[in-house]
């Protein structure tokens, strides 16, 4: 396990429709592709729970660093700081100061939705993070306020735009698609990631919503994402021969600007090369995105345990790491938390 990613809260300020559903836009495109698919249960936005966990049960700074630093004992060599909105983590500059000083941490990075950016930006980088990606679904206002719930396309933009400016690099950008919501943008973003010389990553819409309202049939599969690409631009494949944990498969543009990427968890597994593991902002740690159990870390934190019992507690759960998910299997069943919850 080379890949630890840290959630540092599981509040957010947008509302995905992948992610967080809540409004009347979001339960209205799910309610059309429900009944479409004549689905016999009419479809009703759950509402969420605005159960968010108490400041008590989340992990504090100095616990976070604790399992960070442990890991990096036992071979953990990549850290990426995500929610929840990161941004919204009081402090969330100190943070990363105290990770980017762990030795055994090589590359250090940071998930965020972007609206908040501008403003910790540069304390972030004097802080010491050097990657940054951000999620962007959607260039058109209209359409990236029914995906995100909220009115925040400008601020993204310039988030990106400072990003690149203050030397994080690679700046990623993240788009889940979502057939007959996004998917026509597929060819603007790609062309928006050569113009602006981004690192861009295409998604497949994954079955962690909060609304359960995932279907197949809205996941775009990556084989479709590539041959339309193809179909548009002169790409070139990246050799990740070295890399093989690598999620995405890349490809630069034939000018040399920009990259593309897609992550197709649902039609194209990668599990047998996965080396990430997830430590919740409650202190839980999940050896998989789609893991059923999570395993508490705070009665080892709080209880005064010894960082080698907590290496042993670690390596317990890494060697029972289940082989793979099971999205598409008759027996799957979706984690009982959400993607903000479990930190994508
Ligand atoms: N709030 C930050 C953000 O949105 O970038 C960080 C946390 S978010 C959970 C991390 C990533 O998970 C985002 O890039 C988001 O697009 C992705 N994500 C969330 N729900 C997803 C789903 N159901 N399927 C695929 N990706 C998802
Ligand atoms: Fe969207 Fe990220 Fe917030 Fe989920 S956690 S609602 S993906 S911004």
Redesign the pocket.
Known sequence: MRDLRVSITDR?????L???PETEEAANFYRTKFDALRNPQPFALKPIRYDWKPRAELLTFEEIERVVRVATELGVRKVRVT???PMLRHGVEQLVGRLAAIPGVEDLAMTT?GQLFAAKAEALRAAGLKRVSF?MDSLEAANFRKL?GRDGLAEVLAGIELAQRLGFHPVKVNAVLIRDLNDHELEPLAEFARERNLSFRFIEFMPLDSSRAWQRELVVPGREILARLQARFDLRPVDQSENPAETARRWTFGDGRGEIGIIAPVSEPFCGHCNRLRLTADGKLRTCLFSLGEHDLRPLLRGGATDAELADRLIELVVHKEAGHRIGQPDFVQPART??CIG?
């Open positions: 957010c300020n947008f509302r995905c992948y992610c967080l929610g929840g909105e939705n999620s995100t993607m903000s994508g």
